[in-house]
């Protein structure tokens, strides 16, 4: 999560580039994923999808009734942390500013740049290719949360479920939205290897005015 510098104050030197609330919720976020997906991961090996399971060491809940405690937790953890993430981003601006414009010619653009090593990093500032990552990671979200309680309820819940395509289909969707954000996860972890002056902003909040 990313916040123009223009919504903090230049201080010696340095700038706010993530405010409180943003870096809040961004760690928040970051340990309840990592608990819905490890707690997931045990609930997919009590009954798997596909010819294969993950390792115990990669789970979290020890059984299957533990598995699904920690998950529901996190869910809504994730969930109330989301809204409150949501509610900022709308009222104050931030996914205006840090969002758009987004357009496949822009996306293009950057993506070019860089596959070659020509794109430049500004702290602050999303390129094109990290907007659209963002923005499907939050899509992705909200598609794991719904069918998650489709699969959760799928008696209360049954027109949710019927959306989704049934019981069965329903797993299989919620699978894929947990696997993109896991990709997200990747990536944005490999960024920061690369790229690792935009670790400390998130932290404290402030990053040296490259401007000055």
Not at 86 to 105: E, I
Request: glycine content about 10%; hydrophobic content about 55%.
């Amino acid at each position: 999560m990313v916040t123009q510098p223009t919504e903090g104050a230049r201080r010696g030197g340095r700038i706010t580039i993530h405010p409180l609330i943003v870096r809040a919720t961004h760690w928040v976020n970051a340990f309840a994923m990592v608990c819905m997906i490890m707690s997931g991961w045990k609930i997919y090996d009590a009954s798997p999808l596909f010819p294969f399971s993950f390792p115990a060491w990669a789970t979290l809940g020890g059984w299957l009734g533990g598995a699904i405690a920690w998950h529901l937790a996190a869910m809504w953890l994730l969930v109330a942390n989301g809204l409150l993430y949501v509610a900022y981003g709308l009222a104050g601006g931030h996914f205006r500013r840090s969002f758009l414009p987004l357009s496949p010619a822009v996306v293009w653009a950057d993506l070019r740049a860089a596959l070659t090593f020509k794109l430049v990093h500004r702290l602050g500032h999303y390129n094109a290719v990290q907007r659209l990552l963002y923005v499907a990671v939050l899509l992705a979200g909200v598609l794991a949360v719904s069918s998650g309680l489709a699969l959760w309820k799928p008696v209360q819940l049954h027109p949710l479920s019927l959306l989704f395509g049934g019981y069965e289909v329903t797993r299989r969707v919620h699978f894929i939205a947990m696997a993109g954000i896991v990709g997200f996860v990747v990536v944005h972890l490999a960024l920061v290897l690369l790229v690792p002056r935009t670790l400390p902003p998130m932290i404290t909040g402030r990053a040296k005015d490259e401007h000055r």
